[in-house]
């Protein structure tokens, strides 16, 4: 890594240099051309491809995208390219899955300083006010290549770069499947149809002969005591990641329960795959595939008798859509080269209390894998039950019941939540880097700049904070934030490892058949139904679920991309 003093002396060179040519490396300047010949000129969205820059007068070119290395396979974080006068340059680069099109920004041969849109804007809403001006207070400053193909870009503030031509490029996301059935958001690297699929196949209630469970699905997932469902549902696992070409390890283990008894657990699975460059370094992405046991020997669906109890069978949303998003990510990202060691696991007793995290982090990382750092881990527990579906009585309640997941029980669309930590403080931020990344990802290449809101509890009490600010925010439909109680899995890394964590998930409480019998796909799909509801678009709840299942597996394997190039450390 960059050390900071040799940055700042990079950019006080840039900032005495700026005045003078505008561009570093070129004793002239042309000026900037529109002149960029893109091919091809329309896109394929969600997708690495090979797209050709071409000039008739040398320029420079920003592309504020992830590329991927020619020479090593790693994904980049943003370019800058020099192009000479009638040169072609070559790029395999990924246009953003849920935007329209991609921004090039054109510039003078050699250009240094370039500006760039805020973290919770859209480049086309920072074209719109007038950023391709170049008179914000801050930029990206140039960096040349180390170690890499291409140079890279620094975001700094008190950097004002100047004008630039925009260069836009349309892309299109075409899939051969309906829009009823999902179409909008079923085709590229990773798409929602297949994780839907995935989870589909996980949760298929179709009776058969099948001794373990009776379901063509994988029912019955309660870790412990060596429960045959359990071990069935993790050879299944096992079988699907070895297929992709990583190396799988079952961690088994036992735990100390409160009479000091030593209980046989199940067991996690992780599946590896090694980096090219900084191997003793892991990125994690994790989800629980045990789902709640029942209380008592009788299952009962709260529809049937009209109250809720504990238990499920096939744990729809809790949490075999994590388990589905975690495996579909592990199979696009098997044939990618990373400077670190990508790990997939999926833990085992969550549900008795983050059991096989805790275990990992504590004891097969820090005992048994000393020289291993953990740097950034990605949660996935629980998703589909969230905007741009959901349930609920309109708004306008002024006194709203709210659960003890902090969100009103009444809420007509309920938010997609990007929790954030560790952060123990509910009036600040405390982990910016991350905060900042997921919003940078979710503004633009999700298209959500106008559904997000990054949440902070000023002037509010930590116990109200969270829903207060949401109130006052006109209820966002999809929130960042810092969660002061982590209640899942990513607890165990903030906790054990100090690692700074990001998850993605949508209600818990108020969803009817959170931890019951009925959490079923078909009951998230009549969730997320929104014909004839009279608020939002009007999809069926196969297609609310697709698109939800998208976005939050597209933000994962994006956040991924970034932090494999630059990691981001726990500010506190």
């Not at 000479?84 to 250009?111: I, K, N, S």
């Not at 810092?482 to 690692?499: K, P, V, Y």
Request: aromatic share 10%; charged share 20%; with cysteine.
């Amino acid at each position: 890594m960059r050390s900071r003093a040799s940055t700042a002396l990079l950019l006080v060179v840039l900032m005495v240099s700026a005045p003078l040519s505008g561009c570093f490396g070129e004793e002239d300047s042309d000026p900037v051309s529109t002149d960029l010949s893109v091919n091809p000129d329309v896109m394929v969205a969600g997708s690495f491809q090979l797209v050709s820059l071409s000039a008739d007068e040398r320029m420079s070119v920003y592309v504020p995208y992830l590329v991927k290395d020619p020479e090593t396979g790693f994904v980049q974080n943003t370019t800058v390219v020099d192009i000479g006068r009638g040169d072609t340059v070559l790029l395999e680069m990924l246009a953003p899955p849920r935007a329209g099109g991609v921004f090039l920004l054109v510039g003078e041969y050699g250009r240094g300083h370039w500006p760039v849109r805020a973290q919770d804007e859209s480049w086309g809403t920072w074209l719109s006010r007038g950023g391709d001006s170049g008179m914000d207070d801050h930029g990206a400053i140039r960096v040349p290549a180390n170690n890499s193909t291409f140079d890279g870009t620094e975001v700094h503030s008190m950097v004002m770069p100047g004008p630039v031509s925009v260069k836009f490029v349309p892309s299109i996301r075409q899939s051969s499947v309906s829009m009823e059935e999902g179409g909008a958001h079923s085709s590229g690297m990773v798409h929602g149809r297949v994780v839907y699929e995935r989870l589909y196949e996980l949760s298929d209630p179709t009776d058969t002969l099948d001794p373990v469970d009776g379901k063509a699905g994988y029912f019955d997932r309660w870790a412990g005591q060596g429960n045959p469902a359990y071990e069935d549902a993790a050879q299944y696992i096992i079988g699907e990641l070895e297929g992709f070409g990583l190396e799988v390890i079952a961690h088994r283990y036992e735990y100390t329960d409160i009479m000091n008894v030593q209980n046989p657990e199940a067991y996690n699975i992780c599946a590896y795959k090694w980096g090219s460059v900084y191997p003793d370094e892991w990125m994690v992405f994790g989800a629980h595939f045990d789902v709640a046991p029942p209380a008592n020997a009788v299952l009962l669906d709260p529809h049937i008798v009209g109250f809720r109890t504990y238990g499920t069978r096939a744990g729809a949303y809790d949490n075999s859509a994590g388990t589905s998003m975690v495996m579909e990510t592990a199979r696009a990202l098997a044939d990618f080269e990373t400077r670190r060691t990508m790990v997939f696991c999926l833990w085992s007793g969550e549900e008795g209390g983050k059991r096989g995290s805790d275990y990992w982090t504590d004891y097969y990382v820090k005992e048994d894998n000393p020289q291993v750092t953990v740097m950034n881990y990605i949660n996935l527990d629980m998703a589909g039950v969230n905007w741009p579906g959901g349930g609920g009585a309109p708004h306008g309640d002024p006194d709203p019941e709210i659960d003890e997941d902090g969100y009103p029980k009444d809420s007509e669309v309920w938010p997609l939540r990007v929790y954030i930590g560790p952060g123990p403080n509910h009036d600040q931020i405390d982990q910016p880097g991350m905060v900042g990344l997921s919003n940078w990802i979710g503004s633009d290449a999700l298209g959500l700049e106008e559904q997000m809101g990054t949440l902070v509890g000023t002037n509010y009490s930590a116990d109200t904070w969270k829903t207060n600010v949401w109130l006052d925010m006109d209820r966002p439909e999809v929130i960042v934030y810092e969660d002061t109680t982590a209640r899942s899995d990513h607890a165990s890394f903030q906790d054990n490892l100090g690692t700074v964590t990001i998850g993605f998930g949508g209600l818990v409480d108020g969803y009817w058949c959170y931890h019951q019998v009925c959490d079923t796909l078909e009951e998230m799909e009549d969730w997320m139904d929104t014909t004839g509801k009279g608020y939002g678009e009007e999809n069926t709840g196969v297609a609310n679920v697709v698109n939800s299942l998208d976005m939050i597996t597209w933000w994962a394997m994006m956040t991924f991309f970034h932090c494999d190039e630059e990691p981001i450390f726990n500010a506190l």
